[in-house]
């Protein structure tokens, strides 16, 4: 097969791939509802409504339309899917798809956003924003799973499966922290309305054209591999029974339904439950959103170091438990419990936010990772090979969830209102509200953002519990295993016998990019590291006191590091790798940027030449060529 990442760096474009098109999905899915109806934003004057306190959809209807459109999104997966794993084209079959979908989505996504009825058509805009989110849902889903389903084919190996899953999650990343704690004072500080800013985000959806130009398909490959056969063709029918009695994936879906209806109901009510259930303005919510999003960085890093010790079952359960205690950290901020003190409430949130921060960046990951593991395993053991179906499903799982938790419920219960001495009552907002109940408005409060942390934490433990049906782990020997388990006819010999690969070394840019994203909290994590890992082999460096000298005091580092990178070119040259002395370049980087506390450029030089040392052991272990 032609592997079309052949370079650390076209690993990591690859997985910018989706970035533009999921940052416009995560806007959408942060803000759209409430744009469209601020029921649940409360009194507050915000940007983040078209218009502040106009309701421009049919309140009754939409959430049911809207429900729909998000579940026939995945129904129409399951065709396009097959259409994607079977097409042969002469430019392939992951490019033509992307090529044909690429400008309806963007053109949909627009049009969701403009309600041409005005406030006085609730219901044409509720009909018109149906439609069109029925072209952008479909469009959307059908880019990304051509894109996710071409990732058991143009990878070599489970690390690098591993590696373009985590940078793939790392772009996420860096999608919620923008739309969580930088949109709402790019929102604040500019008066700009969230509408506005949707249609000027549009050019990002240009990061999809991505795989077109890296993937290495079609004719002039001798599709699907240079001079090899055509892949086997699978029909629909063969397709659905090998992906729904695929025990292995429906373990792992069971799972993963449980995190998505969570999720999707926590995102598409955070801004309600911080705005109107904290009453917190736009600056007080991106320093709660920081504590959420700023740390995932870092803990996606030690949840990758977790998951090799304890495997991913135990590591993902973790993630689990803590989303459950996080989320709850919504409720006992909220005015109804705090009664608006902020000192409390901030604190509530902030620590809320870092636990949370935790099982952030593993349930963006998981999905890809797991999903591509277990279709890569099965055609090597059968043959065939329909990845894209396994996307389908995912997606058709979660879009039905997405769709009950984000859009059926949720919107429907944000138009409910309470006050302590009991009682609800339907209202189009909190005015509403309290003219009915007869009380002032700062008595009422929205039921629907004081509930959603409550049915949040139950499914997360209810998805804990699910999680003891997966395999402990996803390597290809245990996904194997499994698949031997539900079907002895199959060899799994090659996987017995076959020696995991094992990938130790730490791509740099990735490594600077935690660091900047993190406030340079994962460089300090990174050089101590970084230090261990020369000790191992020079029996010599680290301790506290060097670590904290290296990273703390300005001028200090460059003793530390000019030493440790001398000991480290001993001990290569002992295992017989040659590194050259760059003693002058540590020296002058930490002269240039003695306040920045971590020398990053020191940093990547020792860990480029560290990482020499690893490839030839791990070449040397899994029996290849030096």
């Given at each position: 097969m032609v592997k079309s990442l052949n370079k650390n760096w076209k690993e990591f474009l690859f997985a910018l791939s989706g970035f533009g098109p999921n940052f416009l999905m995560v806007l959408m899915g942060a803000y759209f509802t409430d744009a469209l109806n601020p029921a649940a934003l409360g009194m507050n004057q915000t940007e983040q409504a078209i218009a502040s306190g106009v309701c421009f959809i049919a309140p009754a209807i939409f959430p049911i339309l809207y429900a729909i459109s998000k579940a026939f999104d995945g129904i129409i997966d399951i065709p396009f899917a097959h259409i994607a794993d079977n097409l042969s084209t002469?430019?392939?079959?992951?490019?033509?798809?992307?090529?044909v979908c690429f400008l309806p989505m963007v053109l949909a996504y627009a049009m969701c956003w403009l309600p041409v009825g005005g406030a006085e058509k609730q219901m044409f805009n509720t009909i018109w924003i149906f439609l069109w989110c029925i072209v952008f849902f479909s469009t959307y889903t059908m880019n990304l799973i051509a894109f996710y389903g071409s990732l058991s084919t143009v990878c070599c190996d489970e690390p690098q499966r591993l590696r373009v899953s985590g940078y793939k999650a790392f772009f996420d990343t860096i999608s919620y922290c923008l739309v969580y704690a930088l949109v709402p004072l790019i929102l604040s500080g500019t008066g700009l309305h969230i509408d506005k800013f949707a249609l000027l985000s549009l050019p990002l959806m240009l990061t999809m054209v991505i795989p077109i130009l890296l993937i290495k398909e079609g004719e002039k490959y001798g599709y699907p591999e240079r001079g090899g056969e055509a892949p086997k063709k699978i029909s629909i029918t063969e397709s659905l029974k090998l992906t729904f009695s695929n025990r292995v994936f429906l373990s792992w879906t069971a799972v993963n339904c449980c995190t998505f209806f969570g999720l999707?109901?926590?995102?598409v009510?955070?801004?309600?439950?911080?705005?109107?259930?904290?009453?917190?303005?736009g600056a007080e919510m991106a320093i709660a959103n920081t504590c959420a999003f700023a740390p995932v960085p870092v803990m996606l890093y030690f949840f990758n170091k977790l998951k090799a010790q304890k495997g991913i079952r135990f590591t993902y359960q973790t993630c689990l438990l803590a989303f459950a205690v996080a989320i709850m950290s919504f409720f006992f901020a909220s005015t109804f419990v705090t009664?608006?003190?902020?000192?409390?409430?901030?604190?509530?949130?902030?620590?809320g936010g870092v636990v949370g921060s935790w099982a952030i960046g593993a349930f963006f990951m998981m999905p890809y990772m797991a999903t591509s593991q277990i279709s890569s395993v099965e055609e090597q053991l059968t043959g065939k090979n329909h990845s894209a179906m396994y996307f389908a499903a995912n997606a058709v799982t979660t879009s039905v969830v997405g769709a009950v938790s984000g859009g059926l419920i949720y919107e429907s219960i944000k138009n409910v209102f309470t006050t302590k001495g009991g009682g609800f009552i339907f209202a189009e907002n909190a005015a509403d509200a309290a003219s009915k109940f007869g009380v002032d408005a700062a008595q009422v409060f929205n039921f629907g953002t004081l509930s959603v942390p409550f049915i949040v934490c139950i499914v997360c433990v209810l998805g804990f519990f699910?999680?003891?049906?997966?395999?402990?782990?996803?390597?290809?020997?245990?996904v194997a295993k499994e698949f031997k388990r539900f079907d002895p006819s199959l060899d799994i010999s090659r996987f017995e016998n076959e020696k995991q690969p094992v990938d130790r070394q730490e791509v740099i840019f990735v490594q600077i990019g935690l660091s900047i994203l993190s406030g340079f909290i994962f460089g300090?994590?990174?050089?101590?590291?970084?230090?261990?890992?020369?000790?191992?082999?020079?029996?010599?460096?680290l301790n506290l006191l060097k670590w904290l000298v290296g990273c703390a005091i300005p001028f200090g580092g460059i003793f530390v590091v000019v030493a440790a990178h001398k000991q480290l070119i001993r001990a290569?040259?002992?295992?017989?790798?040659?590194?050259?002395?760059?003693?002058?370049?540590l020296v002058i980087s930490g002269l240039i940027l003695p306040l920045m506390g971590v020398n990053v450029v020191a940093m990547a030089i020792m860990q480029s030449d560290l990482n020499r040392i690893y490839a030839?052991?791990?070449?040397?272990?899994n029996g290849l060529a030096v």
């Open positions: 002469k430019w392939g079959r992951t490019r033509p798809v992307i090529a999707q109901m926590f995102l009510g955070m801004n309600a439950m911080i705005i109107g259930g904290m009453g917190f303005n009664g608006g003190n902020k000192p409390v409430q901030m604190i509530i949130a902030c620590v699910l999680a003891f049906t997966m395999p402990k782990d996803f390597a290809p020997n245990v300090f994590i990174w050089a101590g590291m970084l230090l261990r890992s020369i000790k191992q082999y020079t029996g010599k460096g290569a040259a002992e295992r017989g790798v040659t590194i050259k002395d760059k003693t002058v370049w030839k052991e791990d070449a040397e272990t």
